[in-house]
């Protein structure tokens, strides 16, 4: 009973899934039976390159950071944070190379995996997920692209307003994904160091844009929050 409960469980993350959503459910059924449920447990770290470069992984529940370390210095850029919906690795499953990053679970992380080469056969047989791949490939570019841009071009204050507002709920207007998040984890997206995050948030606090509490933030003001995004490039949010 339980199996079957968590099977309809793993069927139903699988029908949200960005490149699955299309497949019918007799489909998906039958792609269900191929994966390898793994679960990978809190700020666990893989490194594993071996693995990610042979099997292409679903997210069913909680996030994962992608990131890269600067071996010298020890300081680290996070990508993305992937969660419910995400797969992983697009690179690995198009070139079949090994992808230089790491990847650390920010929560407990449920995963279903499938070998790369089994995934590309049913790639091959099933054109709708092909259909949605290269619009998710194109997702994550266009935040690589931003992150670039702001990194360069952006002051950090603004970088982090848009980080904020990136990651608010269109309908609750609640912040999600990034709300727990440590100062340190903060600034590992948006190229900068904890004590610059920490004294910019002190500010965005000071100026009634934000409440700040233990391990969680909230908007106070969405307008002044805007203000604040503002800047000679137009935030894509």
Known sequence: MRREKKRKKYLEALKTNKLLKDLKEEDLVNFLNKLEEEIWPKTSCNVNKSRTSHYFHFIISGRLKVYQVERETGREFTFFILRKGDAFDVLCLLDGCEHDVYYETIDRVVLLSIPIVAM????????EINKNLLPYLSHQMRILEEYASNVTLIDISTRLARLILKNINRESHQLELIN???NEEIANLIGSTRAVVNRHLQQFKHDGILSIGREKVAIKDLDLL????????PPSF
């Open 226 to 233: 805007l203000e604040k995004a503002r800047s000679q490039f």
């Open 120 to 127: 590309r056969d049913w790639i091959a047989k099933h054109p």
């Open 180 to 182: 727990d998040l440590s």
